[in-house]
Structure formats: C-alpha cells, structure tokens
Nanobody, 125 residues
Framework: QVSLVESGGGLVQAGASLQLSCAAS????????VAWFRQTPGSVRDFVAA????????LYSDSVKGRFSIFRDTNKNVVYLRMDSLNAEDTAVYYC??????????????????WGQGTQVTVAS
C-alpha cells in the first residue's frame, strides 16, 4: 500500500495558476499509473488527468486539455498537476490516486486503489 498526500491547493483569482503535488510514501510511484480527480459537493468524482507508469504522456479530460499538465519527478516520488488559466468551474477538491498492475491509466476512479485525502482548489471569478 502506498500513502498519498496532496498539497498545493488554495484560493486564486480566475486566470491564475496553481501546481498541485501528490507525494507518496511507503512505496514508489514510479511504477504506478497516477491520476488526478476532482469533486464538488453533491457530485461524482470526475477525472482530470492521468500519467502512465511507462513514458510520460498524459491523459486529460476535455475540460482541462491545453490548460493542465501532469508530470512526475521520479527522484522525489511526486506527481504534479500544473493548472493554468484557472476558472471558477475548476473549483473542487482535487484527489490523486494510484494503481499498480494496470497497463495504462484510465479515467475510471474505480480502477484506482490508493487515494489521497484531497486538497481544495477555489477559483474566484
């Protein structure tokens, strides 16, 4: 089991940028698919971005494509989510999730078995 901790959330103005971190302890993230999801009150957990354990190409939802980027620092055992051009619709609690044993990352939260506690992102319009 790997323990995940998100950080980097906060309150920003529309158009600003934030970078979230997903730090792992207990086991390496370098051989895991890692994804970011977000959730607002009363809504389901929505896929945002994912990165595979092979290579560095990211998978993105249509709503963030071109604005967000996911990347990892293998030395630090951290996966980042860089978020640019934020808007009010990006306001949510952001969660990172990880899963070993999958060939490729997926957009389904049910496929991930390790989750962080979440970090709040609030974008003021």
């Amino acid at each position: 089991q790997v323990s995940l901790v998100e950080s980097g959330g906060g309150l920003v103005q529309a158009g600003a940028s934030l970078q979230l971190s997903c730090a792992a302890s207990g086991r390496t993230l370098n051989n895991a698919n890692v994804a970011w999801f977000r959730q607002t009150p009363g809504s389901v957990r929505d896929f945002v971005a994912a990165i595979g354990w092979v290579g560095s190409l990211g998978l993105y939802s249509d709503s963030v494509k071109g604005r967000f980027s996911i990347f990892r620092d293998t030395n630090k055992n951290v996966v980042y989510l860089r978020m640019d051009s934020l808007n009010a619709e990006d306001t949510a609690v952001y969660y990172c999730a990880a899963r070993r044993g999958m060939l490729e990352p997926t957009k389904d939260p049910r496929d991930y078995d390790n989750w962080g506690q979440g970090t709040q992102v609030t974008v003021a319009s």
